[in-house]
């Protein structure tokens, strides 16, 4: 290699680090701010290809897509001074990135710690001022409405951090007081479900009264219909009976007697000690019915 093409390479790798050191691109997903000894110079960089002046110029890049953050378990009070503890996260992003650079220096954990820290304060004054029964009923979704809100405004000002969503995981009671909250909810339920029994057994002796009185008074009617059809049946018969012995009185005194002959001889032990001459052997004494 001669020294006109060896030095031709040397300027051209001068020239690539003098590039590499001097040029600089920021994405669109990323944040970054221009730092001069120490100082910012540029507060916030937008997305493109930029320069800077090598060993003097510095730039801080952070990522600018939505973070997740898990808020460690916090034990808070209600409003009845009843502990529960709660889980949660925060959905953030970097808004203002030269507040967010003088707030935390670029730390993502000292921006986590402030921001828990600013959290905890808020979820704590709302939790306060709330029923046990309105911190576990559809309420909640209103709750972290609110936190969230507040919780933005303040990260805004304070650390350029815009907060897009504050969410409860769980929450739960403390293991010292679980058990006798447990045990005061079964007994209350207990005594819930025996008023569902007292009551539905007071309503099933009222319609059993109800279906016993109703019976009897069907039987009653049964009863007075059956006795006025047996009379008007008996009558019925009355009349014909009379009206068969007004057509042959000897005739009917005959079958009578014929029917009365049956019934006292139906059985061959029977015996009936009558003298001879009785009214009753009238038929059998003659065929005309009459007295020889």
Not at 159 to 165: E, L
Not at 237 to 257: N, V
């Amino acid at each position: 290699m001669n020294q006109k093409a060896f030095s031709g390479l040397v300027a051209i790798t001068v020239l690539v680090l003098v590039a590499y050191n001097t040029l600089f691109v920021i994405s669109e997903r990323e944040r970054a701010v221009q730092l001069r000894f120490g100082q910012v110079v540029e507060e916030s960089i937008e997305p493109g290809l930029h320069w800077k002046i090598p060993m003097v110029d510095k730039v801080r890049v952070f990522d600018g897509r939505l973070q997740t953050m898990d808020v460690p378990s916090e034990r808070f009070l209600t409003l009845e001074k009843k502990a529960v503890v709660v889980d949660s996260y925060i959905k953030w992003r970097i808004h203002d990135v030269y507040a967010f650079y003088k707030a935390t220096a670029g730390d993502l954990m000292r921006a986590s710690t402030l921001l828990g820290q600013r959290a905890e304060s808020r979820m704590r004054n709302k939790f306060g001022g709330l029923t046990l029964n309105e911190v576990v009923s559809g309420q909640r979704d209103q709750l972290m409405d609110d936190i969230t809100q507040s919780l933005d405004t303040v990260a805004r000002t304070e650390m350029g951090i815009s907060v897009v969503d504050v969410r409860v995981k769980r929450i739960d009671l403390p293991p010292q007081v679980s058990d006798s909250v447990f045990e005061r909810m079964s007994s209350e339920r207990e005594k819930e479900a025996q008023e569902y029994r007292s009551k539905g057994i007071e309503i099933a002796e009222g319609i059993k009264a109800n279906a016993d009185r109703e019976k009897r008074i069907l039987l009653a009617d049964a009863y007075k219909k059956a006795e006025i059809l047996k009379g008007e049946g008996d009558a019925k018969a009355a009349e014909i009976y009379a009206r068969a012995y007004r057509q042959d009185p000897e005739f009917y005194a005959f079958y009578r007697s014929l029917q009365a002959y049956k019934e006292a001889f139906n059985d061959p032990r029977d015996v009936i000690m009558i003298e001879p001459d009785n009214e009753f052997f009238k038929y059998l004494n003659s065929t005309s019915g009459k007295d020889k």
